[in-house]
């Protein structure tokens, strides 16, 4: 094992980092920039050092001050968390060259998985269904007579992809991810007017223009395998998340397991954990499919790091998958097979956002004056806030991780219900009035919310208490 | 530090700010500006915010008893004494080479662009310059030891 | 289910019980003192009714103030919680007499557990090893001529009974329990010195000056078991929890598994369900043991009630056995059998009082100024507190109950470990300080505690941070 | 109330605790004797403590609108009224029996030993007698309403 990480991240992420390595008895360093002098993980990890400005391009994105700073403290790892360096190739390349361990994938995996077009290239490989689109057409490939770029440069490709796959289709940046640089296009003439824009969005956020078309599924479920490889070719899926509330796609509640019955939930996590096998996949990730109506599942991408959401995976099988990405980064087996893997019981996670949820989710920083978790049975708190911390306006707008494990749905829903009531943050607008009604929503109480559910969700939010 | 101060603060902007803080009463204003580089920090009232303290972490790894405050804002204190501070996380070196003298010593006169140490960072030798001409008062940090951003290297006395 | 819940408790145990309700969809009224006005449980509640001043004894023990809350409120059930009233056969009799039910066992089953000579009689007609004592004299009873009535009443008795059993013995209030109403004695000098005191103190104290004499086990450890039983016959045992950390009888920490192996396990939870079966047990109760060097087992007493420590039972099954009390109570079945008991890892207890261990544990109730408690994996917390609560001098000294599960005992160590360090409590002194140095102490780590521990524990409590 | 004041409280008494706590600057004062059947509670400072308020709990099952601060220092609040407070929990009457009128009505003048009401707890029918000679200025609860322990009854003027 490690003697010492390095925690390139900041918030909840790192403190839940910084919790892993205690337990193992790691010695940890907290980088933080100016806004974070006083944050929890500054004070909890064994040494700190402030690598630079408010910005995140000049601190927790720049690589530099990020290496430098492992090498100043002699650590021996370094835990990007998930955000900011977490996906970064050339981030897990220099940690590498500098003899640093990366604790996350390969940056080959990471590189692979990061390009959308290579990604699904991949995954198609592997077996995994693909939702049609330009880089899988079904007729146009034989037509063009040449093995497909994917990519679509003009709008008469466009066009012609789009009439093959059948409207509606998404326009998606390659380099795209999280939720960003994608259109959705219901015909030729809004197709025609979203594919410069997008392709220009695309430039200026990723620096490449390159788009490709896919067929948008609607009504869709968001669910996703968790994934855990060694580098000694063992891999196990840890069950499957559905993360369908999402808003503007970002992801405000998770649970585990979803509705997808036993057969096809054993499919499913064959189908990732192949295909994280086939690209050899090593350390925690998690393989993201969109599921129709008819519960057939398509390649949406893959997240090559510890995502928020893997709490409720570990409520429901007792792993702590943080602890597992350190013992495959320093070279141990997994000690457990699929066949090990049981998951327990129902859990589900809710984001506490500084966001106002009755004024459109606008963000919310500032002092938090007063701070109650709740407790109890079934109840996990992932928090970096206290009373009295003051939340920069920098960065996310996370504040806490809610989760609540019962034996089933029902139990687990109640316990939400009662640990939300309970929990009282003064002095920013959180989601918490927005989880509360979402727990009453009788969409999300029968399982059939899907990723459209928010957009008439409209629970009177402002009147709850 | 030339790195650093390609755009100097002025005094009476300051100024402008701490009477907008208190036309406003503002307990905290904060100016980041990508284009000059410089970032802005100015807290009023009575005593620093006061935070939870989870446990006693051992502190940064450098041997500087002061906290920055503000890495750019460095004529902040207002009074006769500068602070030159580290514009990046690395190692710091007195001299060019272990066997050569250093740099600067307290006493020592400097003049603008002169070099004041090294500043290690992912094997690249970064040489720090004054952005003035100053006294060097102090030398705050020894030599090879690990410095983080924003940490005080030298106390100075500006000469005009 | 009922519709309404009187919690006839304070601190956190009331706030347990209300969650356990509020999960189940059963309204809740909180009783209080005056010096609990604005205490968590009051403010949980959907009712709170104020029933006398501080003293216990004309608040949360006057029956009728409490009665008469649940009338005044139509509760249709009484929880008593742990401790005031949850052992008071008449109080159970009572809210029987008023048709109100009441969350725990029969009047009869707590009135023989109740009386420790009866307990004893009951537990050996069941079948349950006891140690050699007045109540089960191996010789006398034969010379006595009679039944041996249990009590010892004169010197010359107490005198005969120990050098039958051997000493050292234990002379006990066959009314004290809770770790109150006993004395040890070495030798014959001892004996008769003590036996009055003993004897005056039980008239004090219980209202009875019976005694009975037991024969001490040296460097036992105390191992419980918790039980669980419907009104149908159907009784499970959920496995059983080491409380040997104690410090003047009352235990500090506990865990589950403790280090019996699996065949003495198996044994003592049968023997315990039989015991309970016995005397027609139902609802939630735990039956204690003593445990000898060389897992020899004897019965130690019943506690007719949920306990203190009931969460680690919890953390390792994944049942919720308050909300099991509450269905119990109002006549639904056990729906899984012993089979379905799995014990999944290990969890451990720590009870954070407000006492100082660097000065002879005294007291220290105050105004809590900050509190910053821990969370991340595995990490529950049952507490009443929060920044700004006043603690009473009137009431015990438990402050929040700090509960980590692992997949083994070396991982629930670990987390309790971080999670102990990053708990932040000021404004009273508290025996987390205690808590960190037992979590290094290589007795504990090597599992091999028995209940004089900490008589020899001697870590410099003073210097942690 | 004739149950609860067996050992009135002395102003003067109240006087030198108010010192006492002035004198060591204590915010709370809190005294309990179980001899006497009595608590004084006194707080001094700007304002109640503030205390967290984890949700938003029903009010207590009453229809008063002032909180009780003690129950047997019935004469702290310093004016010309006086509080009889419920000594327990119960449902209060007004009168005897259903068609039978109130013991008093606003405006009554009332003698010490004189009923007041009836609060009923398990079953019982408690007499609530008045501990001194009032004029009773006005009935804070509704008849047949649940009462609880420390609950304004009944505002009063004390009469010589």
């Known amino acids: 094992m490690f003697k010492k990480v390095l925690v390139a991240n900041r918030g909840e992420i790192a403190v839940r980092i910084i919790r892993a390595c205690k337990e193992l008895g790691v010695k940890t360093v907290a980088v933080f920039s100016e806004a974070d002098r006083d944050s929890m993980p500054t004070q909890l990890a064994d040494e700190a050092v402030c690598i630079g400005p408010p910005h995140p391009s000049k601190s927790y994105l720049h690589i530099p001050a990020v290496i430098s700073a492992a090498e100043v403290t002699n650590a021996d790892a370094i835990h990007p968390g998930a955000g900011f360096l977490a996906e970064n190739p050339q981030f897990a390349e220099i940690c590498g060259e500098c003899r640093i361990a990366f604790i996350g994938p390969t940056p080959q995996n990471i590189e692979t998985m990061g390009n959308k077009i290579a990604a699904r290239r991949a995954a198609q490989e592997a077996g995994v269904p693909l939702t049609p689109s330009s880089s899988k057409p079904p007729r146009w490939r034989r037509r063009a007579q040449q093995e497909p770029r994917g990519t679509v440069e003009t709008e008469e490709e466009a066009l012609s992809v789009a009439r093959e796959i059948g409207y509606p289709v998404m326009i998606k940046a390659a380099l795209g991810g999280g939720g960003r640089g994608m259109r959705a296009a219901h015909n030729d003439v809004s197709l025609v007017n979203l594919f410069k824009t997008t392709r220009a969005e695309a430039e200026a956020a990723f620096g490449s223009a390159e788009v490709y078309l896919e067929k948008l599924i609607e009504n869709a479920r968001h669910i996703e395998v968790q994934i855990l490889a060694d580098h000694y070719g063992n891999i196990v899926h840890l069950g499957e998340r559905d993360c369908s509330v999402q808003r503007k796609h970002q992801k405000l509640i998770e649970e585990t397991p979803s509705s997808l019955d036993a057969k096809r939930r054993s499919e499913i996590g064959n189908v990732a954990a192949k295909a994280a096998k086939a690209i050899q996949y090593r350390s925690a990730g998690t393989i993201e499919f969109l599921v129709d109506a008819e519960m057939n599942y398509y390649f949406l991408e893959m997240n090559t790091r510890i995502q928020v959401e893997h709490t409720v995976t570990e409520m429901a099988t007792g792993l702590d998958l943080v602890k597992w990405q350190m013992r495959i980064a320093a070279g141990e087996r997994l000690d457990f097979d699929q066949r090990d893997v049981e998951i327990q019981g129902h859990a589900i996670e809710c984001r506490i956002n500084a966001e106002d949820p009755a004024n459109g989710f606008a963000p919310s920083p500032g002092a938090i004056s007063k701070y109650v978790p709740p407790g109890g049975p079934g109840i996990r708190i992932d928090t970096h806030i206290y009373a009295g911390y003051s939340t920069p306006p920098f960065y996310d707008s996370l504040l806490a991780k809610l989760i609540a494990h019962g034996s089933d749905r029902n139990e687990a829903i109640a316990r939400m219900r009662r640990a939300l009531n309970e929990f009282v943050i003064e002095g920013a607008h959180t989601t918490i009035p927005f989880h509360r009604a979402v727990m009453e929503d009788a969409t999300f109480l029968a399982a059939k919310a899907h990723t459209g559910f928010l957009e008439t969700f409209n629970a009177p939010m402002t009147s709850l208490p | ?160």
Do not use: W
């Open chain 2, 1 to 160: 530090m030339r790195r650093s101060t390609r755009n100097p603060i002025n005094m009476s902007e300051l100024e402008r700010y701490v009477e907008f803080m208190e036309k406003h009463d503002l307990s905290e204003l904060r100016i980041e500006e990508g284009r000059d580089n410089r970032s802005i920090v100015l807290r009023r009232g009575p005593a620093e915010v006061s935070y939870a303290a989870p446990a006693a972490p051992a502190p940064a790894p450098s041997n500087a008893t002061e906290t920055p405050e503000s890495v750019a804002a460095e004529n902040l204190n207002g009074g006769d004494l500068d602070l030159i501070r580290a514009q990046m996380v690395g190692t710091f070196y007195r001299s060019p080479s272990p066997d050569e003298p250093p740099f600067v010593e307290a006493g020592d006169n400097v003049k603008e662009g002169e070099t004041l140490c090294i500043i290690e960072a992912m094997k690249l030798m970064n040489l720090i310059e004054s952005d003035f001409n100053a006294e060097i008062v102090e030398v705050l940090v020894e030599n090879a030891a690990p410095v983080e951003y924003g940490q005080p290297l030298f106390r100075v006395k500006r000469l005009s």
